[in-house]
């Protein structure tokens, strides 16, 4: 590697792009002396979901780099990705107050939305479904895999039977609606404690897999038990749930494109608290607000619709905030 970024440099190179940095012997120390040897030199490098690039071992890159978290596709992006539309994203604070106008401009130059929202729920998420004719969801099962059975023992001291707990912990919260989980018996079917239990949940949240939701009056750590745990997308939810509910792919979508730069927590009414202050309840076109009826701030974010009103929202809407 070192004698590939020289030879690169010395015949004019300026950028060079390191791919799984974390495969490599002590990437840390490699990337410290790359930038002390080659000053000149601007290197990207990329690692596995659950890897702290900023954490401070061998060789500190704390003060040497900016890490970036790349999320997978919103439905923005992914309608851009496809040449379908070109939409600035939205903040929130836009969307609640102008998803009419918002809905009625981007409708007007003839998207099937409903259309393209589909299909993006079940393949959309990932970029790399456009490389794969066939076979999506295998494809991300053996991602999954990879990531388990790989990167983790890579990036964390663990044993094979925790690398096994955690893919059949993946499994069976695939399988489960969030409502269901009981997190004692969770424990006892996979063999083990509280503590090894909430490690694994966290590794399976850095890694990209989950989605953990917890009461805003908790602090989300690796030892704090989430209220519902969903998987991250709705892409892993089809490749993964035999039969997705539609409820809950709903509302794995709409906390997968908020969280990504809102806080979201789990209400005392409601399905998730947004930034404390807003609460939204997410369903199908005939969803009421029976449930947060004289709530301040209460929206609904409703499927099966193009264009809302008032407070409700369309929920393919909520796709568009980056």
Request: charged fraction near 25%; hydrophobic fraction near 35%.
């Amino acid at each position: 590697m070192e004698d590939l970024i020289e030879y690169h440099y010395l015949h004019g190179g300026t950028h060079i792009f390191l791919d799984e940095i974390h495969y490599l012997d002590r990437w840390q120390t490699l990337l410290k002396n790359v930038n002390d040897d080659y000053p000149n030199l601007h290197v990207v490098y990329s690692g596995s979901s659950m890897l702290r690039l900023d954490k401070a071992e061998e060789g500190d890159l704390s003060r040497r780099s900016l890490s970036y978290t790349l999320s997978g596709l919103s439905f923005r992006e992914y309608l851009q990705y496809e040449g379908i539309a070109n939409i600035e994203a939205l903040t929130l604070n836009d969307l609640l107050k102008s998803h009419v106008d918002i809905a009625e401009n981007i409708l007007s130059k003839g998207i099937s939305i409903q259309e393209h929202f589909s299909r993006y729920l079940k393949t959309g998420y990932y970029p790399f479904y456009k490389s794969i004719y066939s076979g999506f969801e295998a494809r991300l099962q053996q991602i999954v895999s990879q990531i388990l059975e790989n990167d983790y023992p890579l990036i964390e001291d663990v044993q094979i039977s925790t690398i096994r707990k955690a893919k059949k912990m993946f499994l069976i919260l695939a399988e489960r609606e969030p409502q269901e989980i009981n997190m004692s018996s969770l424990y006892a079917e996979l063999e083990t404690d509280r503590n090894q239990g909430l490690k694994i949940l966290d590794a399976l949240r850095r890694a990209g897999l989950l989605n953990l939701l917890s009461d805003r009056t908790k602090t989300l750590d690796k030892m704090s038990r989430p209220e519902k745990i969903y998987l991250n997308n709705s892409n892993l939810m089809y490749a993964f749930s035999p039969n997705p509910k539609i409820g809950t792919i709903r509302e794995a979508y709409f906390l997968n494109q908020l969280s990504t730069s809102h806080k979201v927590n789990y209400p005392a009414k409601g399905d998730f608290l947004v930034d404390d202050t807003y609460l939204f309840e997410v369903g199908g076109r005939k969803k009421s607000f029976e449930q947060i009826k004289d709530i301040p701030n209460s929206f609904l974010a409703v499927d099966d619709t193009e264009v809302g009103h008032g407070n409700r929202i369309p929920l393919w809407m909520f796709g568009l905030l980056y």
